[in-house]
């Protein structure tokens, strides 16, 4: 196409003569060819001038101004969605945290019998209940992690290879893995920070090897028998 | 095919977020709308302001546009509103209006008179191209001269000049394009003749 027939086909397009296709290409041609474009801008002023249309009125560049106008009215509403994203992630990670921490104050109150009435009851049931059925389904002192493997498997781990033991050894797989589900939604120095507190606490509690579960598994049952 | 076909292309193109098709809009219809506002606004300062809220409000409202009108009339309307709204405004605010008239900033006082259209620079500047126009126009070969004035003024379509004029369709195109050329010239003559302020006009 010569460039005679382009700006004729500018001049019907002008005049909302041009098939809307034909329309679409051109525009597009517009877009990336400054002499058109001015073209099209005199096509505008030489109609104006014959109409007695305020023709001065692009000297102060009007159409430069709306444009700019319109890309500073639409920059800072792009602005506060960026803000929001930051401000949902640290909230979602503060959240997680929060549930995190307190799960793992809840956790070491109970293995060091601290807790509130209620706390220490409920985890001491979580943690002696299976236990004892454990000893009942294999009528002999099973380990407490094969017997609990047996009564609740775990869902997959995505931090703790199996063979972990103990109720509130499942507890903090369980809370590990929601940190990590959830990890897209904190900062690597708080997943630390949290997983940091889980390792403390696993310390703190002295249950951290199944070994450690299994010379404990005596005492439990003589605390589980004479809480009878 | 209508007389918005274009017009409806390019804010299809705008409705898809492609907002350089909506320059192409502003640059076609500034001198109407500016014009129509200050029917509302006799100050043209004021009227451009007005004619620029109005093109900004009438892109955010783009995306509700469905065709059921032609563009022009739609934009018109919102143009309306809006030189009617700023009077209003204006109404229940004289005091800052006449601070503003007569707060001895030079600096305001000057954008203002360069915005201003009806200075003296922008009143010579207005009539040196509509005089270059009219001439061009004289100098056509009178089946151009009509066609484009058909168009023009008369703001018939194709269709009907060349019922007009007894001829194709092709040929209205022809004549209005070679027409549009032969005024083209002479315009960018006078742009390039010294006068660079004109050149700003594009």
Request: glycine letters at 6%; a negative charge.
């Amino acid at each position: 196409m010569n460039e005679n027939e382009v700006e004729s086909q500018l001049s019907a397009m002008f005049d909302g003569e041009l098939p809307a296709a034909e329309c679409e290409l051109l525009s597009r041609r517009i877009d990336r060819d400054e002499n058109l474009r001015s073209r099209w801008s005199r096509y505008a002023l030489m109609g104006a001038a014959m109409r007695s249309e305020p023709v001065a009125t692009a000297r102060s560049g009007f159409a430069l101004r709306v444009s700019a106008a319109l890309a500073a009215d639409l920059a800072p509403k792009r602005a506060p969605r960026g803000r929001s994203l930051v401000w949902n992630t640290a909230l979602a990670a503060t959240l997680v945290a929060a549930v995190a921490g307190l799960s793992v104050s809840m956790l070491r109150d109970a293995a060091l019998g601290t807790g509130t009435q209620n706390g220490v009851g409920a985890l001491a049931g979580v943690a002696v209940a299976p236990a004892r059925a454990a000893a009942v389904l294999t009528n002999e002192p099973a380990p407490a992690a094969v017997a609990l493997e047996v009564l609740n498997p775990a869902p997959p781990s995505y931090v703790t290879p199996a063979g972990s033991a103990g109720a509130a050894t499942i507890l903090r797989t369980q809370l590990a893995d929601y940190i990590v589900a959830h990890s897209a939604y904190s900062t690597p120095l708080l997943r630390r920070n949290v997983l940091s507190e889980l390792i403390t606490s696993e310390d703190a509690m002295g249950i951290v090897s199944p070994h450690t579960i299994a010379a404990g598994s005596d005492a439990t049952r003589s605390t589980s028998g004479s809480s009878r | 095919m209508g007389p918005d076909a274009s017009d409806l292309s390019l804010v299809q193109r705008v409705q898809r977020g492609e907002r350089s098709a909506y320059d192409l809009l502003v640059l076609k219809y500034q001198h109407k709308v500016v014009k129509l506002v200050m029917r509302y606004l006799r100050d043209p300062a004021d009227a451009e302001d007005v004619a620029q809220e109005a093109f900004i409000k009438a892109y955010r409202a783009l995306p509700q546009f469905r065709g059921d009108s032609a563009f022009y009339t739609w934009l018109y309307r919102i143009a309306i509103n809006t030189a009617k709204n700023a009077l209003a405004a204006r109404d229940r605010n004289p005091v800052s209006y006449e601070l503003d008239m007569h707060n001895g900033d030079d600096s305001t006082d000057m954008v203002s008179r360069l915005k201003d259209p009806e200075t003296p620079e922008g009143l010579a500047l207005t009539e040196e191209i509509r005089n270059t126009v009219n001439f061009a126009i004289d100098a056509l070969p009178e089946d151009l001269r009509t066609a484009i004035v058909l168009r023009e003024l008369e703001g018939l379509s194709y269709e009907e000049i060349a019922l007009s004029m007894d001829c194709p369709v092709g040929t209205v195109r022809s004549r209005i394009f070679r027409a549009r050329e032969a005024i083209d010239r002479r315009l960018r003559e006078v742009f390039d003749g010294g006068l660079g302020r004109a050149e700003e006009l594009v």
